[in-house]
């Protein structure tokens, strides 16, 4: 892939304020990469979409203003563009709705309205990309691996990493699980199922996922598109949460385990690192910490592997 024209991000920081699901990291999360995108990365301010729940703020990371936002983003993709969606917030993994597979799920992200983004939704985002143009997706959120759909693994299960004991600081799970999800939509719809598809289309209409919009044999035409260019830097293996991080001394700051270990290994490695690279040195980072049930993971073709994250130019 030839260096990027034009660099483009959507950055979505999602602190539930002022409820249950209240997280107090994400925010800071986004902030933080927003400005190593530009210090660093070679992004123009200007191209940096950012989204909080943030008090005051004028755009809510809603689910069909991220959906907006991301679309919006790749419509104007060229090739050799690069372009990048930093998620922090809470995720859930959802029932499959496939045939055949009962004890599956499917992953999803959890906007602030509830109105959930899919693995489905992120496959065709990567789909409508221009050839040659790429989307790196980094999802600091619970169940996070997989969550672009039919996106061949890289580092996963597989990789196995050895534990420590070492103490970790006061911390919450990303999670929202899916039944407190049904709960909180049946408030809001008033329908008598369990079927959350049901709910989001009545609530949401036309803004909820493809995965709920379209019957199944028209779902399943959205394949992956090999080697296509979506690179996912998910925050733990889909069956696993991902850490919100409460510093209680020393008036530290709050943040996602996974973008600060990012941060810390982009700190400490100013030259270019390949996206495996970097996923690894991550979790070498968390398992230091103390993080026994958080292994990041990457997911991508052979190619986007090896290649420089953000395809970073060279210093």
């Given amino acids: 892939m030839d260096m990027g024209n034009k660099r ?26 927003k400005e190593v995108l530009v210090k660093r990365f070679g992004f123009d301010l200007r191209s940096v979409q950012l989204l909080t729940d943030a008090p005051g703020s004028v755009v809510l990371p809603a689910g069909a203003n991220i959906k907006k936002a991301l679309g919006h983003m790749i419509d104007q993709a060229e090739a ?11 995720g ?10 009962p004890f599956r799920h499917d992953e999803a992200i959890v906007p602030c309205d509830f109105n959930l983004i899919t693995d489905v939704d992120f496959r065709q985002l990567v789909n409508r990309l221009p050839k040659g143009a790429s989307l790196t997706v980094l999802s600091d959120s619970c169940h ?62 036309s803004d909820a996922s493809l995965r709920f919009r379209l019957p ?21 293996q889909a069956n696993e949460t991902s850490a919100d991080m409460s510093p209680n001394e020393g008036g530290g700051k709050s943040y996602g385990a996974f973008s600060n270990a990012v941060q810390m290994v982009l700190k400490e490695h100013l030259g270019q690192l390949s996206n495996k690279q970097l996923v690894m040195m991550a979790r070498e980072v968390l398992q230091a910490q103390g993080f026994e049930q958080q292994h990041p993971c990457l997911y991508c073709s052979d190619r986007n592997a090896g290649a420089t994250f953000l395809w970073q130019p060279e210093c």
């Fill in 8 to 33: 483009m991000a959507v950055l979505v920081g999602c602190n539930y304020p002022n409820t249950r699901n209240e997280l107090h990291g994400c925010i800071n999360d986004v902030l933080t990469m």
């Fill in 92 to 101: 859930t993994r959802i029932p499959s709705v496939k045939p055949g597979h």
């Fill in 216 to 236: 199944p044999l028209e779902r399943d035409q959205f394949e992956s598109i090999n080697p296509d260019e979506g690179i996912l830097l998910s925050g733990c």
């Fill in 144 to 205: 996070s691996g997989g969550l672009i759909d039919k996106e061949k693994e890289q580092i996963g299960p597989k990789a196995t990493i050895t534990t420590n004991n070492a103490k970790v600081p006061s911390q919450s799970p990303k999670v929202i699980p899916f039944e407190s999800i049904l709960q909180h939509l049946t408030s809001l719809t008033n329908i008598n199922t369990s079927d959350i598809g049901t709910h989001l289309l009545e609530f949401f209409g």
């Fill in 80 to 90: 050799g563009d690069v372009l990048f969606f930093h998620y922090s917030g809470h």
